[in-house]
């Protein structure tokens, strides 16, 4: 598995083969943030409701996280393969 380290160097490595400008990594940053910000904006929208529910979601992330690997894999399989289409 790759790091986060080689990730952004090969989004950023995509971008310069592509010969675009690198603020076009944005989008990708701002969903990333906002991904990794969920369990804090549940809390703050839904207080008690979002504690007690975030454990079980952790619990259940645990629990099924191959699938959730294998389900990772398959979109950024979709995004190399769409890619070497064009």
Not at 66 to 86: C, M, P, R
């Amino acid at each position: 598995m790759l790091g986060y380290g080689a990730r952004r160097r090969g989004i950023a490595g995509s971008l310069a083969g592509h010969d675009k400008p690198w603020w076009h990594l944005l989008p990708f940053l701002c969903l990333t943030l906002l991904l990794l910000a969920l369990p804090l904006h549940a809390l703050f929208a839904f207080g008690q409701r979002a504690a007690a529910a975030l454990p079980k979601i952790r619990n259940w992330a645990n629990d099924h996280s191959w699938w959730v690997s294998e389900a990772v894999i398959l979109i950024f399989v979709a995004i190399v393969v769409s890619d070497l289409l064009k």
